[in-house]
């Protein structure tokens, strides 16, 4: 059975005769982590602010359990939902722990000045739970951001509540403190809570959240996991830039690129050889520098092989830790052949030995080497040799330097003398 | 529990601290008397109300008979110390009612100004910041003016054109239910500029009453009396009261109306709560006192920099200072070679202390 904490049936927004939101639907389930994402402006923040009631939508329904958000007053509706600002610098010289006090307000009466023992508890556990102890008696105007940040969190977890609102939680935060403050928030939602939060950073958001909600233009255009919602299908409409989503090589979790779109202005074809990081990088490049350029042959599970599909770059794919068969070494071949010029990025030489044949067939090959030539090399000492008798041969390439080496070693293709 | 404590400490030292300055500025005067004399018949003065009697009299304005209700309190006096009579006459009926006023007064335009500046967010906001003294000012100086025409006593029509002024800026500020405190803050400017032309085209016509009018714009506390006093602190302290119960929401408003909406603060109305509240009070003190400045501004600020912005402790430690120091520059401009307004004392030694505080920027941390 799951229990709906925070639902949004077609809730539409204007502010200003400007509509912010439009018939977005959706919903968070107890025990879940729903990210917001989307571009500036999308509406994520009003979105946020028709949850926690500050703002009445013009249209639809906001439910918080199976209440109408309509239906609740301030006071009950804090009871259910704790916010974490976005702009949490404070001019005035509070303390941590007066700010934290602060989450007790819907549980105290007019008349009664000073906290009873619910409240202390509740700030107790608050403190605790964010590691703000040490710092209760420091004033909140004199703690780093990201310290501030927790106090907030804390105020929102003396506020005793359900269902966690949090808007731009790691926004002006270093990577430490953007990790620690979202390792804490999944934490909760571990234990039980649900929690709504905007979060700008698509590979944050993709890392700690159960699902994530993509928002353009005040319209949902995708919900569901981080893996469905961050295509390029859906985030280049939404963010009107080209993307790339690859899975970050520390997490796992899909990893968003956003790419420029390149000039289309260059005749020369280009062919990557090689595997791994380097020869994705080189494909990246070489497209974003508008050259056509094809890649292969790349083992299913590489790199380079989820960028090319990203660049929609054609690339020869082959089974892999698996020998090329006859086709895909032909096709290979013809594309090193056809190339004006041949990349060989951090080429892995096998016991065939099917690049160093490769880079022989091709007209003008590229060395880009930015590993050991030993850990490349599974083919022994023969191997080595025709290494060192290509690399006296053919030019050599930093990463860096790869577009400029490209251009020049191909004008003479695309600029043939005539006499 | 260090809070309590804190509250305490500082309201039960400050309550000492006026207590002194009361009986030393019942001490002071053209004769001179015993300084144990003076407190004992302060104390003898201190009356607690003990029955309220409410009765229908006839009373009439303009040859029409009006039924009037009338409260009648009476009061008990706890103190019955043995004093010499003429210490006690002199104690009592000549320096008590303008030291009580000037004390009550204090506590009035400190708390209200405690309150602006919290719910301005803002360091220069000071009780009048709506419109409040220009209003009764303009009450006050009308009344001086045409005794004839406005047939109010003066006190009532300060007090009356007080009310109207702070609710005129709350209106003009209010659209769909909601009081944006920036437009609030620029239509108090604008009305008190409106009304500062008025007054001084008033006085421009107050003829012979021009001395008096101006003596009040001055700020005053002579010529103070009992009933004055009996009027204003139950209701100084009754808005106190209300103003304290609204303390904890105003340490939340200070983080953001926003923000304080989502811990639960229905904000527009306690923000109502709030500019009424403290308008009476800031009215009451202004139609008895005239326009005294710098009281609301300076003690609430002094005081945030000693006891925090914590409102449940700055405000009855505001309060209490305030009266304290009103009482003290009275007893200053009184005792002087020649009697001079209390308001310009407050100001001559509220502004430099202010331009002080100013230069070493603690005005910015509020």
């Known amino acids: 059975m799951t229990e709906h904490t925070i639902t949004l049936e077609a809730v539409s927004t204007a502010l200003g005769g400007v509509d912010v939101l439009e018939d977005v639907s959706l919903s968070v389930d107890r025990g879940e982590f729903l990210g917001l994402v989307g571009p500036n402006g999308a509406g994520k923040t009003t979105l946020l602010r028709t949850i926690n009631g500050v703002l009445e939508p013009d249209a639809g329904t906001v439910r918080l359990g199976d209440e109408p958000i309509d239906r609740l007053t301030a006071r009950e509706v804090s009871r259910h939902v704790a916010t974490v600002p976005q702009d949490t610098s404070v001019a005035f010289e509070f303390s941590v722990e007066d700010v934290v006090r602060m989450g007790r307000t819907p549980y105290r009466s007019r008349t009664d000045i000073v906290a009873d023992d619910a409240d202390r508890d509740a700030i107790e556990r608050a403190l605790e739970r964010t590691a703000m102890l040490d710092l209760r008696d420091r004033s909140i105007a004199a703690v780093s951001g990201g310290e501030r940040q927790r106090a907030f969190v804390a105020r929102a977890l003396a506020q005793d509540t359900p269902a966690l609102v949090l808007d731009e939680p790691t926004a002006s935060l270093d990577i430490n403190h953007q990790v620690q403050v979202l390792e804490l928030v999944a934490d909760l939602v571990d234990e039980g809570k649900t929690a709504i939060a905007a979060i700008h950073d698509l590979d944050l958001a993709a890392r700690y959240c159960d699902r994530l909600a993509l928002l353009a233009d005040g319209c949902l255009q995708a919900i569901g996991d981080p893996e469905t919602v961050l295509t390029d299908d859906h985030l280049q409409p939404a963010f009107e830039t080209r993307t790339a989503v690859t899975p970050d090589a520390v997490t796992g979790a899909p990893s968003v690129t956003a790419i420029a779109d390149p000039p289309r202005d260059r005749d020369a074809h280009v062919h990557v050889l090689g595997t791994g990081p380097t020869a994705a990088r080189a494909i990246t490049k070489l497209w974003q520098a508008g050259f056509d350029v094809t890649a292969g042959p790349l083992p299913t599970g590489d790199t380079a092989l989820s960028v090319a599909r990203e660049l929609d770059v054609e690339a020869i794919e082959s089974p892999p830790l698996a020998g090329l068969d006859e086709d895909t070494l032909r096709e290979a071949r013809e594309r090193c052949h056809s190339a004006d010029a041949t990349i060989l990025a951090d080429p892995v030489i096998g016991p065939d030995r099917h690049v160093l044949d490769l880079a022989d067939a091709s007209d003008r090959p590229l060395l880009v080497g930015t590993h050991p030539f030993d850990e490349r090399n599974r083919a022994g000492e023969r191997a080595r040799e025709r290494y060192r008798e290509l690399e006296s041969r053919v030019t050599t390439a930093s990463i860096h330097g790869l577009v400029p080496a490209v251009v020049e070693s191909t004008i003479p293709a695309t600029a043939p003398a005539d006499d | ?366």
């Open chain 2, 1 to 366: 529990m260090r809070f309590g404590t804190r509250l305490l400490g500082w309201s039960g030292g400050l309550l000492a601290a006026l207590f002194g300055v009361i009986v030393a500025s019942a001490a002071i005067g053209p004769v001179t008397l015993d300084v144990m004399a003076v407190a004992k018949a302060t104390l003898n003065a201190i009356g607690v109300p003990a029955g309220l009697a409410i009765g229908i009299e006839e009373g009439g304005l303009a040859g029409i008979t009006i039924p009037t209700p009338t409260v009648d309190v009476s009061y008990a006096y706890p103190f019955t110390f043995e004093v010499p009579g003429t210490a006690e006459t002199i104690v009592r009926q000549v320096r008590l009612p303008r030291i009580a006023l000037g004390a009550v007064v204090g506590f009035a335009l400190a708390s209200a100004g405690a309150v602006m500046q919290g719910f301005f967010r803002n360091p220069m906001a000071d009780p009048s910041i709506i419109g409040v003294s220009s209003g009764a000012a303009l009450g006050a100086v009308a009344t001086i003016a045409f005794p004839v025409a406005i047939p109010l006593g003066l006190q009532t029509a300060a007090f009356v054109g007080a009310l109207v002024a702070a609710f005129a800026v709350y209106a003009i500020a209010t659209e769909n239910g909601r009081t944006p405190v920036a437009t609030l803050l620029l239509a108090g400017v604008a009305v008190q500029t409106f009304l500062g032309a008025v007054i001084s085209y008033t006085l421009l016509q107050a003829g012979e009453s021009l001395d008096r009018a101006v003596f009040w714009l001055m700020g005053h506390l002579n010529n103070s009396t009992w009933a004055e006093v009996e009027v204003t602190l139950p209701l100084a302290v009754l808005t106190f009261g209300g103003l304290l119960a609204y303390a904890r929401d105003l340490n939340v408003l200070m983080l953001g109306e926003e923000d304080a909406r989502t811990v639960g603060i229905a904000v527009e109305r306690t923000k109502r709560v709030l500019l009424a509240l403290s308008s009476i009070v800031t009215a009451a003190a202004v139609a008895v006192a005239g326009v005294i400045g710098f009281v609301g501004l300076i003690v609430p600020h002094v005081m945030r920099l000693l006891v925090g912005p914590d409102h449940r402790i700055l405000l009855p430690t505001s309060a209490l200072a305030g009266a304290t120091f009103l009482v003290a520059t009275d007893t200053l401009a009184r005792s002087g070679p020649a009697e001079l307004p209390v308001g310009i004392v407050t100001a001559v030694l509220g502004a430099p202390f202010f331009l002080y505080l100013l230069t070493r920027r603690e005005v910015h941390e509020l």
